[in-house]
């Protein structure tokens, strides 16, 4: 069982970028606590990250293709990407969209997301504990 965690742009920057904001983890740090975590869980988990929106949308019709569930914190792209929406919305086994910060409580801009309304759930706001939520949940959910 296999589950996918996707990042975008900027967040090869975490740790460095606005800590106020985002906390002082790095994003290998996260993949390795979500690593750690997968294999207690029992699932495989494909940690990714890209600046690139051609490379998001490409994993994301993998995962399509494959009926992989999918944890995806999209970064601006929330905000900006019809095409990263269609791409998501051929996803079949389960899409958790995750933000770090709380998208609502900070510019108007960020409170408009193209995904939250075709995925099966959102996090905001619980760091980057978020996605050992996120994991938990899609575990519990595939077993
Ligand atoms: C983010 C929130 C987005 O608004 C922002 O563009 C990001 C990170 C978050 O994790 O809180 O890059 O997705």
């Known amino acids: 069982r296999r589950v996918l965690v996707l990042n975008g742009p900027n967040l090869g920057r975490l740790g460095r970028r606005q800590p106020e904001v985002y906390g002082s983890e790095t994003l290998a740090d996260v993949a390795a606590r979500c690593t750690a975590l997968a294999a207690d869980l029992g699932v495989q988990v494909e940690f990714r990250q890209t600046d690139s929106e051609a490379q998001m949308l490409g994993w994301v019709h993998d995962a399509a293709d494959e009926r992989v569930p999918v944890v995806i914190n999209p970064g601006a792209w929330t905000h900006t990407s019809v095409a990263l929406r269609d791409a998501c919305a051929e996803l079949s086994a389960g899409l958790v969209e ?3 910060s709380n998208v609502h409580a900070r510019e108007p801009f960020r409170r408009h997301s193209y995904l939250s309304d075709i995925a099966t759930g959102v996090i905001a706001g ?18």
């Open 98 to 100: 995750l933000h770090i």
């Open 126 to 143: 619980l760091g980057t504990r978020g996605y050992d939520l996120a994991l938990r949940w899609l575990a519990e959910r595939e077993r």
